[in-house]
């Protein structure tokens, strides 16, 4: 109650309250678009590194590969949440190399 009383006074936060909800319609789009590109990336992913050798003290190792799709989903999300990327990043280089 006390909440539409507050917004029936003040036209600027209802402003704002309906530009949040409106910016939430645009979300399952935005949600789309990086599953979409989080599909794309792991399975160029898989095909790049999927033969690196796995070894436990790199960052490329049983539980974080690009061998399957799901672990190469994990890898980019851990990556683009900034969990140890540059770790991942030369250890994907280096094992090219080899």
């Not at 990336?41 to 590969?65: C, E, P």
Request: glycine content about 6%; overall charge positive; aromatic content about 14%.
């Amino acid at each position: 109650m006390r909440l539409v009383k507050l917004l029936n006074r003040g036209e600027h936060l209802r402003t704002l309250l309906w530009t949040f909800i409106k910016s939430f319609q645009a979300l399952p789009y935005v949600a789309l678009l990086i599953l979409m590109l989080f599909f794309i990336y792991a399975v160029i992913g898989m095909q790049m590194f999927g033969k690196i050798r796995l070894d436990a003290s790199t960052q490329i190792n049983r539980n974080n590969n690009f061998r399957t799709f799901f672990s190469a989903s994990l890898v980019l999300f851990r990556s683009a949440t900034g969990e140890a990327w540059q770790e991942i990043l030369l250890d994907c280089v280096n094992g090219m190399e080899t």
